[in-house]
């Protein structure tokens, strides 16, 4: 028989995390409800493209970029990804509707899967450390709300953390396997699990190989046993060529990849992320400590979360694209140092006789998360509605649907308008879209051409356009003004309106 009392502890037990992703679901369904569009233009790319997917099953062509490897060797990277989107993106005849949702309950499930990893490893002020994420700076509240395949990344890695530290190989393995199926960089796990296993060993315990053996085995297992394989091989190859040219900036590689990819200067990294650069030091100060005064006060769970976290912090430094796991790990690590240490901290300041300590301590913690909490939210709410302006070409794809003919070749100048253009225009194919890293390794020399022409070291012309096989040419109407030349004949402007151009020749 159940004691008169228990449902209430439960309530009050469960209440903190139900109140925290009620918050979180607020948060992501107002600014998805006020928006006019997307802060990340890719958003429109996978919605159309997961509303495709019972059209297109698993085509491995994809006409939409003919200057790319995918227009004859398409590979869905994100197969999981899309396939949990895809009934969320036929909700309606508008798949951004759906995608929206989608991402307002994969952001709840990624916070919630902190929430609870936290509290299974009996963390001391769980909702606190749980909210640290949302503190860490407004991009990264940008970025777990985004229709983006990283999210679900986010999720796969936070319930990896877990079956890390508990050493559930059969599950960690099954975990890597879907890692392939579902994002870009199969392997995060495996990279994760490598510091985390030093840290363990360090804590001494014995070097468990085994947890390496699964992350790894089963992202190697899911790249092979794949519907899109051995494309799945070339297309992990592509991704690092996106980062080797991502670190060599855009002045050597000669072309212009994704702001994301960029390393920002110490002074801009610590105005977008104050408290992830503190969380930071303070972890790395305090395992210093540790090391001289005896690291046996942590357990080998907070040193190998520890270095995890630290080995992400170091490679977003290299690069931001890796924010969304340090922004994670990062306070997920304070949290587990904090709960190592925290009966040392209640013996010597006698914290449980001392209730008025132990609030006016509580409530600084939260008035400093809160504080950090509102400046993230100011970021966010310039990234979210000035930098989210409605889709740029739904008047210029009305136009070309009516005017040309289905799949014909129309050029894009900037591969970034391509998830714009596939929303609204998927009846014409187009030159380049989302990297053009798959452009370079289809069609080198055409590929560097384009980019010469847009950044206008190459004048637009005909003759110069003439290797595109292509007489159409779409823009938005901010990027025309830099290229008057298509406003002279032979060119004509066919199509304008406040946000496009479409230009044809002879």
Known sequence: MTPPDAAPTTFRRRAPLVLFLLYVGLLYGLTNLLQRGLFERDGYFHA?????????????????????????????????????????????HDPILGARIFSVLLAMAVLGAFYLVLQAHRVPFTPVFAFLPLATGGLFIARLGMIRSHVLSMLLLTIGLHLLLKKRYRALALLGFIYAWSYTVPFVLLLTAFPLVLGLWLGRERLDLKLLLAAGGGSVAGL???PYFPLTL???LTYLEVFRLGLQGPAASGFELGNELYPYSWPVLFDIYPLLLILAGLLVLTLILALIFGRRRLTPAALGVSLAALFWFVMTVKTP??????ALLVPAACAFVFRDLWPLITRRTGWSERPRLRWSASALALLLVAGFHLRALSFYRVYEFPYAPPRFFTGACAWMDQHLAPGQRVINLYWDDFPDLFYDGSRQTYLWGLDPTYSLRADPDRARLLERLRRHLVQLDPATLAPFHAHVLVLRQSRAQAFPELYRPPFQVA???????????N
Request: hydrophobic letters at 45%; glycine letters at 2%.
């Open 234 to 236: 070339d297309t992990f």
């Open 321 to 326: 694209r890796f924010t969304e796991y340090s």
């Open 224 to 226: 092979v046993i794949h």
């Open 48 to 92: 159309r493209f997961a509303a495709m997917m019972p059209v297109r099953g698993l085509s491995r062509a994809f006409p939409w970029t003919q200057l790319s490897t995918w227009r004859t060797h398409f590979c869905d990277k994100e197969f999981l990804y899309h396939l949990a989107l895809m009934p969320f993106a036929r909700l309606g």
């Open 495 to 505: 199509y304008r309106d406040a946000s496009s151009v479409v230009v044809t020749w």
